[in-house]
């Protein structure tokens, strides 16, 4: 008799997407991120994380393709189809009826530096767990960007 032996291999957790952010920006999100460590450590915590893991460009280089501050973006919510589009800012310019999300969300967190196309998840607020895809980006207007 031959017993056959299976071995289960630990999950392997999708890779996270390339991410790209303006090196005119990055002084600011980091002041961002640790000023937020007191009220909100866990994204303050992921926006650290996702600092460390960009590819840091001179403005010049900056695809017109990937969310940056003041980049309007539409994602699709891949569990119910819909798609939203928001502008991406920073947060004292931040207002939900004009569709304009703060980095200092989750979902700001999530969408900074992404190219269309990319593929993401998050956890919301309600700590539920959303996929998300980057449908379209429009490269911020160069006077909104403070």
Do not use: C
């Amino acid at each position: 008799m031959h017993t056959e032996m299976t071995r289960t291999l630990p999950k392997r957790s999708p890779r996270a997407p390339k991410i790209v952010i303006n090196a005119d920006d990055l002084a600011r999100i980091e002041a961002l991120a640790e000023g937020a460590m007191d009220r909100n450590p866990e994204l303050a915590d992921h926006l650290l994380d996702e600092i460390g893991r960009a590819r840091i460009v001179k403005p010049a280089r900056m695809p017109s393709n990937v969310v940056a501050i003041g980049s309007t973006v539409t994602y699709r919510d891949e569990t119910t189809g819909g798609e939203r589009t928001v502008t991406l800012t920073y947060p004292e310019d931040a207002d939900i009826s004009l569709h304009r999300i703060s980095l200092v969300t989750p979902i700001g967190v999530a969408l900074l530096g992404l190219a269309e196309g990319a593929v993401f998840s998050w956890n919301t607020r309600a700590d539920q767990r959303k996929m998300l895809t980057v449908i379209r980006v429009e490269a911020p207007n160069p006077r909104e960007r403070s």
